[in-house]
């Protein structure tokens, strides 16, 4: 018979239901770091997951939780499920994960699988940081510091794409937000020229019509740049832009790519690496907060 009840566990009492594990998957020890930095933020909340037991009383699901507790000793409040029959362990966590673009959606942001992307690489930019194991709370608070990313992804989203358009829409996305930073109105035309590929007068001097001609042809390569090294590219085309200079030579691409390339005037203090940790260096205590933290503009 399948019991559950609600249950405060404690320190003390999910080291004892970890004596309880004895025929379970192997523990990640990133799975469990990234627990324990979620709960020391304040992201931890009760949302009805399940820890199980099966009929033998051992502990099957759960024991990366239990473990987060018993190292933080931060009490959490969980629904513990016990009776399940041991075969049924294989129906569970067959699921697909929530995506960040899936927590937009739900938040009710306009183009939520757009905006989780651009974000993600701007993130990237402000942090110098590639964004491992990021929370999606982490990535809300930091979308709340940024209110002008929805507008380039409204923007980006407004201009009409020819069909031999250059891909790599996300990184477009974030590049126009960083430009918008510096000086609103080239980043309009630089990125309205290299997605339309209009008002290219010589495709051969002119930066962007060099760089577009590049990205349209990367997909069809045998070993087409990375994304970082793309995204690098875009960096150097700004530069170019910015000092009036044409170029007749390909855009170089960076052997070692960086998270941050050199975008020429970008403000200093929108980078964002003195607040990596959001849960203090943002203001953010809890939860309630980071809600609080999120940009009224981005809402449907």
């Known amino acids: 018979m399948i019991t559950c009840r609600v249950e405060t566990i404690d320190g003390k009492k999910a080291r004892e239901y970890l004596n309880k594990v004895r025929n379970n998957r192997d523990e990640s020890q990133q799975h469990l770091?990234?627990?324990?930095?979620?709960?020391?933020?304040?992201?931890?909340?009760?949302?009805?997951?399940?820890?199980?037991?099966?009929?033998?009383?051992?502990?099957?699901?759960?024991?990366?939780?239990?473990?987060?507790?018993?190292?933080t000793e931060i009490p959490i409040?969980?629904?513990?499920?016990?009776?399940?029959?041991?075969?049924?362990?294989?129906?569970?966590?067959?699921?697909?994960?929530?995506?960040?673009g899936d927590v937009l959606s739900i938040k009710e942001y306009q183009s939520p699988y757009a905006l989780s992307s651009a974000l993600k690489w701007a993130r990237r930019y402000l942090l110098n940081n590639g964004g491992g194991g990021v929370s999606h709370e982490q990535h809300l608070v930091t979308l709340g510091k940024l209110p002008e990313l929805l507008s380039s992804v409204q923007f980006i989203q407004g201009i009409e794409r020819p069909r031999a358009a250059p891909n790599y829409t996300d990184i477009v996305t974030a590049i126009h937000f960083l430009c918008s930073l510096i000086k609103p109105e080239l980043a309009?035309?630089?990125?309205?020229?290299?997605?339309?590929?209009?008002?290219?007068?010589?495709?051969?001097?002119?930066?962007?019509?060099?760089?577009?001609?590049?990205?349209?042809?990367?997909?069809h390569?045998?070993?087409?740049?990375?994304?970082?090294?793309?995204?690098?590219?875009?960096?150097?085309?700004?530069?170019?832009?910015?000092?009036?200079?044409?170029?007749?030579?390909?855009?170089?691409?960076?052997?070692?790519?960086?998270?941050?390339p050199q975008l020429k005037g970008f403000p200093k203090d929108r980078l964002l690496e003195e607040q990596a940790s959001f849960g203090v260096d943002f203001g953010v205590d809890g939860p309630d907060d980071a809600e609080r933290a999120e940009p009224e503009l981005a809402r449907v």
């Not at 931890?44 to 009929?55: A, E, Q």
């Not at 049924?88 to 994960?97: E, H, I, L, P, Y």
């Open 33 to 71: 770091n990234n627990l324990i930095e979620r709960q020391r933020r304040h992201e931890w909340l009760t949302n009805g997951d399940t820890i199980r037991f099966d009929t033998t009383g051992d502990l099957r699901d759960g024991q990366h939780r239990m473990k987060m507790v018993s190292i």
């Open 221 to 260: 390569t045998v070993n087409p740049p990375t994304s970082l090294r793309i995204f690098g590219g875009f960096a150097t085309v700004w530069n170019l832009i910015v000092d009036e200079k044409s170029t007749g030579q390909n855009i170089r691409l960076a052997s070692k790519p960086t998270n941050r």
């Open 77 to 100: 409040e969980v629904v513990v499920v016990e009776g399940i029959e041991p075969e049924a362990f294989t129906t569970m966590d067959v699921g697909r994960k929530r995506t960040l």
């Open 188 to 219: 309009d035309d630089y990125i309205t020229r290299f997605i339309t590929g209009e008002r290219i007068m010589n495709s051969k001097t002119d930066p962007v019509g060099r760089w577009r001609g590049q990205v349209v042809e990367y997909p």
